[in-house]
């Protein structure tokens, strides 16, 4: 079995030519971590060198490879300043000899770029958490699945990634090669996600570009195969995550989930805003936790209001996709890694999940 201490020493090996000193000891190897023979880890540079380290990341991961016991890496890297000396000047003053730098470079592709293979991108966004957005994912990726289209699921809530609980995934991601990893799957699902990479909660204490780094480099390293649709669980609200995604890649549109009470809904119209200003199509929104059937007298309750995200999204003149009740057996089957639509595909709670699926397979069918 890899040891931790053997991938530290083989990474040990591996020197900076620009710093002189080793990865480890410059302290560029973050979150590593060795779990049944797979080694991940991210290497953190500074942005003004980062278009320049890919060989180094390489470096790194073949070290790591080369560790007994070690069945596959996956070696992230991402662009950090260190506080206070990212506008440090050099310590060495170079000499402008004036001339201008006539070396080619790649041109970097403008504008939102298709994810090779994968037809339809579709963001599943809202404006504040906890409002059920990772359980809309998955439930309506395994609907999908179910009606014969090929699905993946990024799990892009890099703060709090949900999806492996949800589908029931354990296990770590192969890495058959440099910078190609396979994603896992369950449910007929296609699944990727950083908690796969990282132990649980350890992604909360990443600083933003760690974070956009592994974003970026989930979306450009996993080889999903042909998809017909890959549904990105975005996290909560209105920052890097969303603009990076719509700014660098292509997406269909985005589903924006919201319980119907007017503080979510206010963060949900901000969501629909920012969608908006990217050119980013907004699907519908979803009203989750619309109703609760009490098991005692049967009457549906509405402890979050009732209506406002269809009324919100009257006015907002999106469409609106449908309701889904508050129901315990919605909160278990997520939690013991089976969506409702797996578990209990016949319940009266995973009705509203199929008819949100089936509005989706339409409206993309109408976009070709
Ligand atoms: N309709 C529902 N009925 C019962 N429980 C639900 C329902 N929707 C979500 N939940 C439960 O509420 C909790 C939060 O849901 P979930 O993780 O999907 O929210 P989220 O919006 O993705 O949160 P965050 O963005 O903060 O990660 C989970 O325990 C989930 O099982």
Aim: aromatic letters at 4%; charged letters at 20%; hydrophobic letters at 45%.
């Amino acid at each position: 079995m890899a040891d931790i201490e053997a991938v530290r020493a083989a990474l040990s090996r591996i020197v900076d030519p620009a710093r002189g000193e080793d990865i480890l000891s410059a302290g560029m190897v973050k979150g590593l971590a060795v779990r049944d023979g797979a080694v991940s880890f991210v290497l953190e540079v500074d942005p003004a060198r980062a278009s320049g380290m890919e060989p180094l990341r390489k470096a790194a991961e073949a070290a790591a490879a080369s560790v007994e016991g070690v069945t596959g890496v996956s070696a992230i890297l991402t662009a950090h300043a260190p506080q206070g000396t990212a506008r440090q000047a050099p310590k060495m003053a170079v000499p402008d000899l004036g001339l201008k730098d006539f070396t080619p470079k790649p041109k970097a592709p403008e504008g939102p770029q298709p994810l090779p293979g994968v037809r339809h991108v579709v963001a599943i966004a809202s404006g504040k958490g906890g409002v059920g957005k990772s359980t809309v994912s998955s439930n309506l990726a395994v609907a999908l699945a179910a009606r014969g289209l090929r699905v993946g699921l990024l799990d892009a809530d890099v703060y709090g990634p949900s999806q492996p609980r949800m589908l029931g995934i354990t296990g770590r991601p192969s890495a058959p090669s440099p910078g190609v990893i396979l994603p896992l799957r369950n449910h007929g699902v296609a699944v990727m996600s950083l908690g796969f990479m990282v132990e649980e909660g350890e992604a909360l204490v990443w600083r933003g570009p760690m974070l956009m780094g592994a974003l970026q480099q989930m979306l450009a390293q996993v080889q999903w195969g042909t998809l017909d649709v890959l549904l990105i669980d975005l996290p909560p609200g209105t920052g890097d995550v969303q603009m990076t995604l719509c700014q660098k890649t292509e997406v269909a549109g985005a589903v924006i989930v919201s319980t119907p009470q007017d503080i979510a809904l206010i963060d949900a119209r901000k969501g629909i805003d920012m969608f908006n200003r990217m050119g980013t199509p907004i699907l519908g929104l979803v009203e989750n936790m619309a109703s609760f059937v009490c098991d005692g007298c049967g009457k549906a309750h509405h402890p979050f209001g009732h209506g406002g995200a269809r009324k919100e999204a009257e006015k907002l003149r999106v469409p609106f996709l449908g309701e889904i009740p508050l129901h315990l057996g919605i909160r278990v089957a997520g939690d013991a890694g089976a969506p409702i639509v797996a578990q209990k595909p016949e319940s009266e709670e995973a009705k509203a999940f199929w008819s949100i699926a089936d509005g989706l397979v339409a409206t993309l069918a109408a976009r070709g």
